[in-house]
């Protein structure tokens, strides 16, 4: 094709063709996008609600795409955004570019293997027998029904993918007919390859200018000696503020007594009776000594530990030497290859975890250590288990190494800035400050032909002791903040306790509500707080009060939306998920600063191994979370332009503690007051407003 019109005319045509108007912020992070493509420089932007900033980005992406022949990666944290792109933004934003790029543009959404029907599964009938003690005659009645019904949807899905299938079935019933990447036996081993669900979606993805993942993939793409997602060179990842949060989810690993059993059990006839018999036994000492086990962070192997642990590391390997590779000559079936891979992978992986925490604790510098081992406590069918889990302190050097190193990075959000600036976020990503390019440097839309250092490709190539460049940008917002939102931080209430919420708390949550009319978000800390505020609240006022857990939680937002009268009570997927514009949400209480709990394991060490290189553990942990969330409740509030209202903070911490204006700087400028009598007159004003 012919030299592609410069970026904002795309952006131009697509918003006329889209219905909508030009808005400043969306031009100014276009242009910055697309600047950071053409220098290969990394880009950090925040894009308030209501800024446009999917467009902002996928038009230079896709504009990049279509004129290198590369594919762009667009990654996101849930699959609420991932359907936002695929269903509906992409489709409508491909129509709008085929004229001025003279032809469509291309888009596919590449998902884990485990999202997908497995036809060697599911023909050859290597289905996992219900551990024992789980078994449940209902339970297995309703497996087996919903196992058919997959089984007949074979025959009519072209895609297998998990969320085309309506009605879903339960986790255990999708087991019984998918594989994960580990598990899966490879395109050269399984006769079913041509015809395989998954390998026809990613055959899919090698050809299309843009693909949209989530962030676990980008983790296991980053961690895979083999390629999983597509050759690219730019990388977009929307929700950027959960990045760290969901690579360390997919490198956490865990190991116990029951875990090993089942390990065991998969295994079946695979394994001479001795051999299974002395991996079981293994599982049962580690299961007793986690019993007596301290239920907290690990920085040494409690008493017998390191032999059990080592013990059972040997036992494993003797597994998996004795089962050996997944295909005996001999042996051709997929049935029992499908069922040797599965063993193997069970083996291998428990394996490697059990070496991993042993060698967690080879490093007694607190500033080298890499990993965090702790005891948790989880409840499965009404049983509390012990279970022993490991995780990354630090994710940063995984993606310097296997992320930044390798592609031009476009990280966006609404919420990045913390203490008002991107230095705390970009320090979790593997971004040092001494690489940040200050705002008064190269602007979007100079030249990347003047840089002295530009590739054949035109972009950028840093020397190789340089740091990794990048750069900040504050998109804005549509919102007229102080004209639209008071902060309210009653700094008369006492501050917040571990046990019951203040009675004073209670009656400024209940007189808030009053002069609201309902109308409320509430945000907790916990769930026993939403639910002990939800039950005092009914019991003082007619309003409808939902509480998180009465239904899921889609339903309790639709009903909320659609009653102004109503209040809605929950904890954190409310905090971050819930978009209700117009008068149904004019007030959002947050009950106090959500610091992270005192006994978490992993920030707790985080926040250690800070301090042990001369930080401010406190500030750089705990404050950081909490700032973001701060943030993330207070967005739930302004969704639209015309939307006016009140965040009303019950901690009266965040205006007499000295990391208070720390915290008030990653919030958006509300005009701010601590005078309750002027918040509930405003509330009323606004309450007296017809609607409908």
């Known amino acids: 094709m ?82 936002q792109l695929i269903e509906r933004d992409l489709p409508r934003l491909a129509g709008a570019l085929a004229g001025p790029m003279d032809r469509e543009p291309t888009f596919a959404i590449l998902k884990g293997r485990g999202n997908y029907l497995c036809l060697n599964k599911i023909h050859n009938g290597t289905a996992e027998e219900p551990a024992t003690e789980l078994f449940d005659a209902f339970e297995l009645s309703r497996t087996g ?32 007919v998918s594989v994960s990447a580990r598990e899966c036996l490879g395109a050269a081993n399984c006769s079913y390859s041509e015809d395989c669900f998954a390998e026809r979606s990613r055959r899919a993805a090698g050809k299309v200018d843009v693909v949209v993942t989530n962030h676990a993939m980008l983790a296991i793409d980053a961690m895979s000696p083999a390629n999983i997602l597509p ?5 977009v990842i929307d929700e950027a503020h959960e990045l760290v949060d969901r690579i360390t989810s997919v490198s956490t690993e865990e190991i116990s007594g029951a875990g090993i059993t089942l390990v065991a059990r998969r295994c079946g006839k695979l394994l001479d009776e001795e051999i299974a018999d002395a991996l079981e036994g293994a599982g049962e000492q580690l299961g007793e000594l986690l019993a007596d086990a301290p239920v907290r962070e690990w920085t040494r192997l409690p008493g017998g530990m390191p032999e059990a642990l080592a013990s059972l590391r040997d036992r494993l390997w003797q597994a ?15 049935d029992s290859s499908a069922a040797r891979s599965a063993a193997l992978t069970s083996l291998e992986d428990t394996h490697d975890t059990v070496v991993r925490i042993l060698t967690a604790f080879d490093i007694p510098d607190e500033t080298k250590k890499r990993d965090v081992v702790w005891l948790a406590q989880d409840r499965f069918a009404g049983e509390i288990r012990p279970v022993l889990r490991i995780a990354p302190l630090s994710v940063g050097g995984l993606l310097r190494a296997s992320l930044f190193a390798q592609s031009t990075v476009i990280l966006t959000s609404a919420t990045l800035t913390i203490g008002g ?10 971004l040092p400050a001494a690489g940040r390019r200050d705002t008064d440097g190269t602007e979007p839309g100079d030249d990347p032909g003047t840089n002295a250092n530009v590739t054949a490709t035109g972009r950028s190539a840093p020397a190789d002791d340089a740091p990794l460049r990048w750069s900040g940008l504050d998109a804005g917002s549509p919102f007229d903040y102080p004209r639209s939102a008071i902060l309210y931080v009653a700094r008369h209430l006492p501050r917040p306790g571990r046990d019951a919420i203040a009675s004073a708390t209670m009656d400024e949550l209940a007189g808030l509500i009053d002069a609201a009319g309902g ?18 609240i009914r019991e003082r006022s007619t309003r409808p009060v939902l509480c998180q857990g009465d239904d899921t939680t889609s339903t309790l937002v639709r009903r909320f939306a659609e009653d102004p009268d109503t ?20 007030l959002v209480v947050i009950d106090r600063i959500p610091f992270p709990r005192p006994d978490d394991p992993l920030l707790t060490a985080r926040q250690r191994a800070v301090e042990a290189r001369g930080g401010n553990g406190f500030l750089t942990v705990a404050a950081n979370h909490a700032a973001l ?40 400028p509300f005009w701010r007051t601590t005078d309750g009598d002027l918040v509930r007159s405003a509330l009323r004003r606004l309450a007296a407003i017809p609607y409908g």
């Open 421 to 430: 600036n991107f230095d705390a976020l970009a320090a979790t990503w593997g």
């Open 231 to 235: 050759e690219h060179d730019v990388v």
């Open 567 to 586: 209040c809605l009570f929950g904890t954190l997927s409310l905090w971050q998920g819930v978009d209700v514009p117009g008068p149904s949400c004019t």
């Open 2 to 83: 012919s030299s592609a019109p410069p970026v904002t005319a795309l952006l131009d045509a697509a918003v006329t063709a889209l219905g909508g108007s030009r808005r400043d912020g969306q031009v100014r992070m276009a242009s910055a996008v697309a600047h950071a493509i053409d220098t290969g420089e990394h880009l950090a932007v925040q894009a308030g609600t209501g800024t446009g900033k999917s467009l902002a980005y996928l038009v230079p992406a896709i504009r990049h795409a279509m004129e290198s022949g590369r594919t762009v990666v667009v990654s996101t944290a849930t699959i609420a955004l991932q359907r």
């Open 629 to 668: 969330l701060l943030a993330q409740g207070a967005g739930r509030l302004l969704r639209a332009t015309d939307d006016r209202g009140v965040v009303a903070v019950l901690d009266s911490r965040l205006a007499s503690a000295g990391y208070g204006g720390y915290l008030l700087a990653s919030l958006p």
């Open 320 to 334: 998996r030497s004795a089962i050996g590779p997944v295909r005996v000559p001999g042996m051709g079936s997929d």
């Open 519 to 536: 109308r409320t978000l509430g945000l907790f800390s916990s769930m026993r707080a939403a639910k002990e505020a939800a039950e005092a």
């Open 145 to 176: 029904r919903e196992v058919t019904r997959l089984r007949e949807w074979t025959s009519d899905t072209e895609t297998g993918d998990r969320d085309d299938l309506t009605p879903g079935v339960s986790d255990r019933s999708w087991r019984q």
